[in-house]
């Protein structure tokens, strides 16, 4: 899985450009922190991480900014038990695990036939989602047990 570096402004910007989305300094810095290597965010996460570098930002805009990029296929969104909606850049299908500890959503690679699967008993697939739960590594190196 290629690592995800956090963008520099101009690639975001060429990205937004790209994708048809004028890019306002709002949604340059949500796209920026959903870059990030790994990251699965909500729309709580974004907005209290980004508040205090914008003021001016709201709530209803980091939604909006978030459906917009689900849209225009920038990001996807992901469901994890049914509770809350993650955010992450669109790459190519994989797995997520989730801490039973920390409640971290990393991604993992199945190198798995699935992701070349089209049809399933004439279904169409439009997305492969695969969930799966336990402790990561920092949690099991620090002990934590549930
Ligand atoms: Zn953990
Ligand atoms: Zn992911």
Redesign the pocket.
């Given at each position: 899985m290629p690592v995800l570096k956090e963008m520099s402004v101009a690639e975001i910007t060429k990205l937004l450009q790209e994708a048809g989305v004028s890019p306002s300094i709002q949604r340059i810095k949500i796209l920026q922190f959903i870059s990030v290597n790994e990251k699965h965010s909500s729309v709580d996460k974004i907005y209290q991480d980004l508040v205090s570098e914008i003021p001016t930002l709201s709530k209803t805009t980091v939604y909006n900014t978030l459906a917009l990029f689900v849209e225009k296929k920038i990001i996807n969104s992901i469901t994890i038990d049914n509770t809350e909606i993650l955010y992450e850049q669109s790459q190519k299908p994989h797995a997520h695990f989730q801490?039973?500890?920390?409640?971290?959503v990393i991604d993992i690679d199945l190198s798995s036939s699935l992701y070349g699967i089209k049809k399933i008993e004439n279904h169409k697939v439009e997305k492969v989602n695969i969930h799966l739960r336990g402790?990561?590594n920092?949690?099991l190196k620090n002990g934590?047990m549930k």
């Open positions: 801490c039973n500890v920390c409640n971290n402790i990561c920092e949690c934590s």
